[in-house]
Nanobody, 121 residues
Framework: QVHLEESGGGLVQAGASLRLSCAASGRSLSAYHMAWFRQAPGKEREIVVAISQSGISTDYVDSVKGRFTISRDNAKNTVYLQMNNVKPEDTAMYYC??????????????WGQGTQVTVSS
């Protein structure tokens, strides 16, 4: 596994922008597909967006399309989530996760500790 650490969360007002970062260590992110998940208290974990190993393909949940953008900088071993025009319903603990791009049976088995995003109305 690769060690992941999220940062950038905080308490913001609706309509604000926020950029989350996921810094990796131990392994190069160039070997992994990456994703951002989120989970609100008492609710199921939800995948927000995934990005392929090369960054060519991305897949967003409908609720964040047009507002959130995932990007990766493999040279810096970091994945980002740019969050624009945030809404109260975006409030959740945000996690980044990685799965190996070299196996068909790979799963998101590397996880960060999470960073809290709270959006006030």
């Amino acid at each position: 596994q690769v060690h992941l650490e999220e940062s950038g969360g905080g308490l913001v007002q609706a309509g604000a922008s926020l950029r989350l970062s996921c810094a990796a260590s131990g392994r190069s992110l160039s070997a992994y597909h990456m994703a951002w998940f989120r989970q609100a208290p008492g609710k199921e974990r939800e995948i927000v967006v995934a990005i392929s190993q090369s960054g060519i393909s991305t897949d967003y949940v409908d609720s964040v399309k047009g507002r959130f953008t995932i990007s990766r900088d493999n040279a810096k071993n970091t994945v980002y989530l740019q969050m624009n025009n945030v809404k109260p319903e975006d409030t959740a603990m945000y996690y980044c996760a990685a799965k190996s791009a070299g196996s068909l049976r790979s799963r998101y088995d590397s996880w960060g500790q999470g960073t809290q995003v709270t959006v006030s109305s």
